[in-house]
């Protein structure tokens, strides 16, 4: 009986949306496994991220650490919002962990990919626009002061 060869053609029709996936799922996988025990000090916190306005849900916030200072598996992090446009990095308000560890001291350019839907063809509906951590204008440095308000990032696309 012959077989036949069965190939799986995944096609995602926009780059940064490869690159942004990509990167979501190996710096969130790499920083989990070396925030216990690396000795590095990590530190968390949140914020919010609005379109015009309205809170973005599924943003992709993407950190890129701005230094040598920093060992190149905690150059990037990741995060994405929720319903309420809200994201966090190490722990919620009341203490419970997220699934995003925190980052080391220092300053980070933020980036920003707002996928289309939760599906593996999921587009960035930016269009790369606030996406590119060398010309992006949003910065954030850690530790974030608590006593601070909190992060709000306002993106805008309609002039």
Not at 18 to 25: G, K, S, T
Not at 31 to 38: A, F, Q, R, W
Request: with cysteine.
């Amino acid at each position: 009986m012959k077989q036949k060869n069965r190939s799986l053609t995944l096609s995602l029709t926009t780059p940064v949306t490869i690159f942004h996936i990509a990167l979501l799922l190996l710096s969130g996988s790499s920083l989990v496994g070396c925030s216990s025990g690396d000795g590095v000090e990590r530190h968390g916190f949140s914020g919010v991220v609005t379109v015009d306005g309205e809170p973005a849900d599924r943003m992709i916030v993407q950190l890129t650490h701005q230094g040598p200072a920093v060992d190149d598996r905690d150059r990037y992090a990741s995060s994405h919002s929720d319903a309420n446009g809200e994201f966090v990095f190490g722990e919620f308000a009341d203490g419970t962990p997220s699934r995003f560890p925190g980052v080391p001291a220092g300053e980070y350019a933020v980036t920003f990919s707002w996928l289309s839907s939760d599906e593996l063809e999921a587009v960035d509906k930016l269009n790369g626009k606030f996406a590119d951590s060398n010309t992006t204008q949003h910065r954030v440095t850690v530790p974030v002061d608590p006593s601070a308000a909190p992060l709000r990032f306002e993106l805008i696309t309609k002039r």
